[in-house]
């Protein structure tokens, strides 16, 4: 176990190789979501301390950290929130990463590094950055204003094509199928009507469309010194840009696993700082793989890690930026799956249909529920998850269609 006393902030090098903190460093996290709360409750185990930054009354990591309230993009509380810790992590990338440089240049631990997270959360700069690395992506160009602009971007992309907003993009909100021409002026208009001038003449870009076979995704995890792993490949489902379901090992051929296990080692060995990262991916026709975007935290597509892997994600993240040891990413069961339980109404008529859902998993051996603690049930909020571990990943689906009520032929 490190010993290493904690070091004064003033005299602690930003984001140094080679730093091991002790168990008594108090780890800060701005945001406080279900990725928090998971996270915390990993760093208890380990007898870490966690403190969250969130704006919310009851933030679902208050389980298990102290909240400190306040916003993740306001900069003074992110400075004041960061005097009070000894490293500082995040839980989301919509944080404001000009607050962490700052902090960083006053010696403040941010792991990963404040550029980092800067390059992640504009989708287009992280393009960019991964282009020149030679990572493969599919094609794609920013969007000027000027119907000049468009009609090149429409000339070299084609249709259809997937206009996305460079910030904030979540579950496809950020996202607009552009099906033709015609199409694009609404696309532009769709998603930038709340911006302002500048916000719209920089707000965003365009992907050529990917006929993709199969979604997957690699969680990765990168240590101080820069040593990159990866964890097994996961094949994702999801429902209306949202992730609803997983399945682990992807059931995909042994050199395909090997090759989107490669590429999201070559992405994220390309960034600076310590932490777990979530790489999503495109399996084509041809066996080729694309990568979709990164998540600079731990991630949905990794929540199966806490009961099928040797370390789970949070706990990773814990060792990643403490600067301890990183653990094995291997998995402990022949497979796994992964249900997530989103909103499907407000209120409680939502929390009952989540109720029945998780009290169909109890019977079932290897079924895991989880609960975040959410302050209120939307449709299509995040609220809970389940995962299921069997023998093998035959076993595994055929469990996790029991909790759904499924009849083991129905496609996801
Ligand atoms: P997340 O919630 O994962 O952060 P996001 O809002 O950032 O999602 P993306 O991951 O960029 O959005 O896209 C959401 C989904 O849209 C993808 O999972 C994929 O199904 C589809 N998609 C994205 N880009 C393309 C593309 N270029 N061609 C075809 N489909 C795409
Ligand atoms: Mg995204
Ligand atoms: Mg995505």
Not at 42 to 49: D, P, Q, S
Not at 124 to 129: D, G, S, V
Not at 278 to 283: A, D, S
Request: proline content about 7%; charged content about 25%; glycine content about 10%.
């Amino acid at each position: 176990r490190p010993t290493t006393a904690p070091r004064a902030l003033a005299e602690k090098p930003t984001g140094e190789a080679g730093v091991t903190l002790p168990r008594t460093a108090k780890v800060g996290v701005l945001g406080g979501g279900q990725l928090g709360r998971m996270f915390a409750l990993a760093a208890a185990r380990l007898g870490v301390e966690v403190l969250v930054l969130d704006p919310t009354p009851v933030a679902p990591a208050a389980v298990a950290a102290k909240q400190v309230p306040g916003s993740f993009r306001d900069a003074d509380a992110i400075l004041e929130f960061a005097k009070q810790v000894d490293v500082l992590t995040v839980e989301i990338e919509h944080i404001n990463t000009d607050a962490l440089q700052l902090a960083a240049d006053a010696g403040v631990d941010v792991q990963p590094l404040p550029s980092t997270l800067k390059i992640i959360q504009d989708k287009f700069a992280q393009k960019e950055h991964l282009e020149r690395f030679g990572v493969p992506l599919p094609p794609f160009m920013k969007v000027g204003l000027d119907s000049g602009s468009r009609q090149e971007v429409g000339r070299a992309l084609g249709f259809p094509m997937m206009l996305k907003s460079r910030y904030l993009a979540y579950d496809g909100k950020g996202n607009y199928v552009v099906e033709t021409e015609e199409d694009f002026e609404a696309g532009v208009r769709a998603l930038t009507e709340n911006l302002d001038e500048h916000q719209k003449a920089e707000g965003l870009y365009a992907e050529g469309w990917v006929p993709f076979v199969k979604e997957l995704a690699v969680m990765v995890a990168r240590d101080r010194d820069g040593n990159v792993i990866t964890y097994p490949v996961v094949e994702t489902h999801h429902k209306d840009s949202i992730l609803a379901e997983l399945e682990c090992p992807a059931p995909i051929p042994p050199e395909v696993q090997a090759r989107a296990r490669e590429v999201a080692h070559l992405a994220i060995s390309k960034f600076e700082g310590a932490g777990v990262f979530g790489v999503e991916l495109f399996f084509l026709q041809d066996g080729g793989i694309l990568l979709n975007e990164i998540a600079p935290r731990p991630h949905n597509s990794g929540h199966y890690t806490i009961e099928a892997c040797v370390t789970s994600q949070y706990e990773q993240h814990v060792r990643a930026v403490l600067g301890w040891p990183l653990g094995d990413t291997s998995l402990t069961c022949g497979g796994c799956s992964m249900i997530n339980i989103l909103g499907e109404a407000s209120g409680e008529d939502g929390a009952e249909i989540a109720d029945a859902l998780i009290n169909r998993a109890l019977p079932v051996p290897g079924a895991y529920p989880h609960w975040y603690g959410k302050e209120g049930v939307k449709p299509g909020r995040k609220i809970g998850h389940i995962t299921v571990t069997g023998s093998s990943l035959a076993d595994a689906v055929a469990k996790k269609d029991r909790v759904l009520g499924r009849m083991a032929a129905e496609e996801p």
